[in-house]
């Protein structure tokens, strides 16, 4: 196998480097800065929790339902790059303007779009990778835009983090240290995004009609009444709608929860800072494994690990075994992410990426709704945060159950 990139795959892998950027702020100083303004309009802990996880589940249904519809557009001959640029563009503009919330209920709101447009921009950017590069090297070329978006994504990540944690010494307040860190990542996304837009060709597509918008529906509508003949794509759907919701759950929660547990701000943000680093060499091996051994089994291996993790977070009370934890989801977070991509590559007709990955949004990143609405409501109904993280035991179990009957022979 070709080991070295070629150019359009770096432009491809270049862009998880910049999204990357983003969804890490969102995992570390964001949620710490709602604490801050919902602190300021005197809500608890728990509603604080429970706000942000209502929050993440209206995005990730809003991307469910306009998807497959975007995708199955999307695989109109020379359509893709531009609904991925109008996306972008959305995500980009609306990290840059979560500086002008300075009440907790506007700040959500600018937060909702411009998790939208990341969340929308990524059905193409996943689309795209049966265009980049050959079936043979999906698994790695999956692997490696993980394991460098992990990596390249601490650079902004760790320029935010001085502003926003030394904004004292520089004389800068809370409000003014975010506005800075949210325009330094909008521009890092932005400027990252420029090597695929200029780069990337459409090669696998439908032939455009007249009325490329109202075809679309109807090829979607015939997707979906098929999909039940289809049960290898289904069960893997299926299972993905589990594990991977739980995945989601965990990135888009994990500062919230370790805020809400009384951890202290500094150790959260460098414990998730350790995440990322363990997550680029160990994506990138589980890139390698697939040589070896089979892509479904490395998969069960991770969702495995998964459950433990939530096991585990049923009792976690300190900072130490936050970082444990941390290291943990590092190892795994990558690997799962990666593998399913590309797993599911395999799976579908190329010409019709965009829509089965539109498709499988709403299994997956659409479908995290379940997760983090479960993990808010059961925070808020017994009062403890522990055990609204410890019901994601279920959610991973599930997708264990589903996965291996996907991977059976004969299905």
């Known amino acids: 196998m070709k080991k070295k990139l070629t150019k359009l795959e770096k432009s491809w892998i270049l862009y998880d480097v910049g999204n990357s950027a983003f969804i890490l702020l969102v995992s570390t100083i964001i949620p710490i800065y709602f604490n801050y303004l919902s602190e300021q309009a005197g809500l608890t802990d728990v509603r604080y929790l429970a706000y942000w996880g209502y929050a993440a589940s209206l995005v990730t249904v809003v991307v469910a339902f306009i998807g497959p519809v975007l995708g199955a557009v999307a695989d109109n001959k020379n359509y893709r790059k531009p609904l991925f ?62 394991a460098w978006g992990y990596i390249g994504s601490c650079i902004p990540f760790l320029v935010s983090l001085g502003i926003v944690l030394g904004r004292e010494m520089l004389g800068l307040t809370m409000q003014r240290a975010m506005v800075i860190s949210f325009t330094i990542v909008s521009a890092w996304w932005l400027v990252m995004a420029f090597p695929l837009i200029k780069n990337y060709r459409q090669i696998h597509f439908v032939e455009r009609k007249s009325s490329a918008i109202a075809e679309s529906f109807g090829r979607l509508w015939e997707t979906l009444k098929g999909m039940k003949y ?62 070896r051994y089979a892509t479904g089994k490395l998969i069960l291996i991770c ?94 179990g599930l997708g264990m159950v589903f996965f291996v009957m996907s991977e059976r022979k004969g299905v």
């Open 303 to 396: 969702i495995l690990a998964y459950t433990g993790m939530a096991v585990f977070a049923l009792f976690m009370k300190s900072q130490p075994q936050f970082w444990t934890l941390g290291i943990f989801v590092g190892m795994f977070q990558g690997g799962i992410q990666a593998l399913s991509r590309s797993h599911f590559a395999k799976l579908i007709p190329a010409e019709k990426s965009g829509e089965y990955f539109g498709i499988l949004d709403i299994f997956g990143k659409g479908a995290s709704f379940l997760g983090t609405t479960l993990v808010g409501v059961v925070s808020q109904v017994t009062g403890s945060t522990n055990k609204g993280i410890g019901v994601l035991v279920l959610v991973f």
């Open 230 to 291: 289809d049960r290898k794509v289904f069960l893997f759907l299926l299972a993905y709608f589990f594990y991977i919701d739980g995945v989601y759950t965990i990135i888009d929660m994990a500062t919230a929860y370790g805020t809400a547990l009384g951890l202290d701000t500094t150790g959260l943000l460098l414990a998730l800072l350790l995440t990322q680093v363990v997550a680029f060499p160990s994506a990138i091996i589980f890139g390698k494994l697939t040589r």
């Open 85 to 146: 640029m109008t996306f972008l563009f959305l995500g980009v503009l609306g990290c840059l303007f979560l500086g002008c919330g300075t009440h907790w209920l506007t700040f959500l709101f600018i937060f909702i779009i411009a998790k939208i447009g990341y969340s929308s921009s990524l059905i193409f950017y996943d689309a795209m990778l049966v265009d980049i590069t050959k079936e043979e090297r999906l698994d790695e070329i999956s692997a490696q835009g993980f």
